[in-house]
């Protein structure tokens, strides 16, 4: 029965001694409390292409007979590339908010 009032004494010293209210930072001078500061982070997030805009377009091939038509759909091949980069370009451009 002794043991419970040192056991007491023993948990309040614990309690008093471990709890500081006013915190001061290691870097300032002692009697100084810490201010809060607000710290912005900022971060880039990236704009996810679709997939329809990076799919590979077909190079048309053919014989030299053929060679008219196959410069006419290298070219329409090339538009619609040149339409995809476009696209993109104008996606890349824009801000995200996270």
């Known amino acids: 029965?002794?043991?419970?009032?040192?056991?007491l004494?023993?948990?309040a010293l614990l309690l008093s001694t471990g709890?500081?209210?006013g915190t001061v930072r290691p870097d300032l001078p002692?009697?100084?409390a810490t201010v809060p500061e607000l710290l912005?982070?900022?971060?880039?997030?990236?704009?996810?292409?679709?997939a329809e805009l990076t799919?590979?377009?077909?190079i048309?091939?053919?014989s030299i007979a053929q060679c008219f038509e196959v410069g006419a759909?290298?070219?329409?091949?090339?538009?619609?590339?040149n339409s995809q980069l476009r696209k993109i370009g104008a996606i890349q451009a824009t801000e995200v908010e996270p």
């Open 55 to 58: 799919r590979e377009r077909p």
């Open 73 to 81: 759909a290298r070219k329409a091949e090339l538009v619609k590339a």
């Open 9 to 11: 004494i023993t948990a």
């Open 19 to 21: 709890c500081k209210r």
């Open 60 to 62: 048309a091939e053919g």
């Open 30 to 32: 002692s009697g100084t």
């Open 40 to 50: 912005v982070v900022k971060r880039k997030v990236y704009v996810p292409i679709p």
């Open 1 to 7: 029965m002794r043991i419970l009032p040192l056991l």
